[in-house]
């Protein structure tokens, strides 16, 4: 009777530890989502940045 029971209560243990890791992955996908999106912000930023100096370089050309 002992090893039965010790299976079961070794399967609840397993699918806990389980739940533990997958509830961290979860966690971790969402912070590398927001880095990601962090970084395409900041990274659209700069474009409009360098965009807007490339225009400001344009006109400053042309009045030579």
Known sequence: MFWPMFAVAMGFLGLAVLGVLAVRVFLEARRLGEQVADSA?????????????????ARAADAL
Do not use: F, G, P, Y
């Open 41 to 57: 912000r900041r990274i659209n930023r700069a474009a409009e940045d360098l965009e807007r100096a490339a225009v400001s370089t």
